[in-house]
């Protein structure tokens, strides 16, 4: 008997009918026990012989090459499925969480050596076993038997500890181009391990400007103007309308100080209570905000709303240094970084005594302007898709793409509510789509000037009278969102007298128009 080995072949070939079963009769003329057969899309053919001896196999590869259609034949080390095999082998066991693989009945088909080390058992132990025996605390049966079998996340017990277990439907396609359920995949996560990946998700990037988007000009100017402010120690005033990312922003400013490693402490003005007791802290009570932001930074959110008293505390604070709980004589020196926010005209509230004028510039020693989305355009699609990618994560399931019809939509919208808002609408549409595909009609915006126009084709009137109806409809629109007569200026390119002078006309102020 001759020497026998092992053998694998790649057959390059053409798409001709009936190629394969040419190259098994030959197989069969040898009498040769195939183990595999694959047929990629590539047009080659893989063959798998357990065993064949070294004569008949000189013989077999020029009868092979000789058949209509072949372009080549070699031997190659391993099959498409064995290499997939055993990169997917390759990879569960080197993760460090516990994996299983289990069929349609919740027996286990495959385990990872994390599974090993923690039960302390060998693989043949395992395998053929129900799931349950190991993972208490989920019915697996009744899940693979459901109608829609979707991924779970699901707190389960594994070697008599609390696990968060991931359990993901394994399926395969099958010939009407739907899928069958093949099993599921368990990936556990113990709470030491959780606790390791959210310290690591927290701890400050070396760049903690990474996550604002900044295509367009405008934003690319406040990042560079953002970053260096975050190297000193002043008071930085954002102003800006709302959902524009200042609160975004001034996180990113902490995270590159030399205080990123204490707190960022938030102070929302406009939703106060006890207003002197939040900042200051109550004798043998709770510490303020102030005390609390101690070596770090203090976030004031929307300083406008700020009540006067508390206006008042706050300079002498700064004037003098020091501050003390209510009701408490000790003094404590102050180190604390402030960053204050707000979408109101100061400089208004100032002149109408709602605001005072040595807070003002005592904020105002940096400032910077966070500009609306419409006027940073290139930032809208990039904006759109990273939401989109982080809400599909969040879901789990695989972000859809976008359309044509959709990032036209979304780019010609004119996005009063900012980056808030076109972070909202693309959580909804993902929320509810079906599909992997987003489209216009999955976008729901409210009508928004810089969409259409509700001026009709024939009108009756002249062209002033048709110009000042619809100037009127603008700016009614308009006035919620730059409530501020500088603001609105600002943003249709007109004088601060000019509009006034609009608005007054229309009779269009925060009595007649719900802000």
Request: hydrophobic share 40%; aromatic share 6%.
């Amino acid at each position: 008997m001759g020497f026998l080995q092992l053998m694998r072949l790649e057959i390059i070939c053409q798409d001709r009918l009936g190629i394969a079963q040419d190259v098994l009769d030959i197989l069969v003329n040898y009498e040769i026990d195939l183990r595999g057969i694959e047929i990629d899309i590539a047009g080659k053919i893989f063959l798998n012989f357990p065993n064949i001896e070294f004569a008949d196999f000189q013989h077999l590869m020029p009868e092979i090459r000789r058949l209509k259609g072949i372009d080549d034949v070699k031997t190659t080390p391993f099959m498409p499925i064995e290499r997939e095999q055993n990169q997917l082998r390759a990879l569960l066991q080197t993760l460090p969480d516990p994996i299983f693989s289990v069929d349609t009945r919740g027996r286990i088909l495959l385990v990872n050596d994390a599974v090993l080390i923690s039960t302390e058992r060998q693989a043949n132990a395992l395998l053929g076993r129900d799931i349950g025996d190991f993972v208490r605390g989920f019915n697996y049966l009744k899940w693979l038997d459901s109608k829609d079998v979707s991924s779970k996340t699901q707190k389960v017990s594994f070697i008599e500890q609390d696990f968060l277990a991931d359990i993901l439907p394994v399926k395969v396609p099958d010939a009407d181009g739907g899928s069958i359920l093949a099993g599921a995949l368990l990936m556990l996560k113990s709470e030491f391990r959780l606790g390791q990946q959210l310290t690591v998700f927290h701890q400050v990037s070396k760049d903690s400007f990474a996550s604002i988007q900044a295509n367009s000009t405008a934003m690319k100017r406040v990042i560079k103007e953002a970053t260096r402010m975050s190297e000193l120690d002043e008071p930085i005033l954002m102003y800006g309308d709302t959902g524009t990312g200042k609160g975004m922003l001034a996180k990113a400013c902490h995270d590159a100080s030399r205080r990123a490693s204490n707190e960022f402490v938030v102070f929302n003005c406009s939703t106060l209570t006890d207003a002197l007791g939040e900042l200051l802290g109550h004798q043998g009570g709770r510490a303020g905000a102030l005390e609390q932001a101690q070596g770090g930074t203090l976030f004031l959110d929307e300083i406008a709303d700020m009540p006067l008293q508390l206006q008042a505390a706050l300079i002498q604070v700064l004037q003098s240094g020091v501050f003390q709980r209510v009701n408490s004589e000790e003094l404590i020196n102050l180190d604390v970084r402030i960053i204050c926010t707000t979408q109101k005209d100061l400089v208004r509230l100032i002149e109408e005594g709602k605001f005072r004028e040595e807070l003002y510039y005592r904020m105002n020693v940096l400032n910077l302007h966070v500009p609306p989305l419409i006027d940073r355009k290139s930032d809208i699609i990039p904006l759109a898709d990273r939401f989109l990618k982080q809400h599909s994560v969040k879901l789990g399931r695989r972000p859809p793409k976008m359309s044509k019809s959709c990032v036209e939509y979304l780019q010609n919208y004119s996005w009063p509510g900012n980056v808030r808002q076109l972070d909202n609408v693309i959580y909804r549409a993902v929320s509810l789509l079906d599909g992997n595909e987003m489209s216009k009609d999955h976008i729901q915006l409210p009508r928004s000037a810089g969409i259409e126009s509700d001026t009709p084709e024939e009108f009756e009137g002249t062209l002033e009278e048709e110009v000042k109806r619809y100037e009127k409809s603008l700016l009614k629109r308009l006035y919620p969102f730059y409530p501020s007569t500088r603001q609105l200026a600002k943003k249709l390119g007109l004088s601060h007298t000019a509009i006034a002078n609009k608005l007054r006309e229309y009779g269009i102020n925060k009595k007649t128009v719900k802000l």
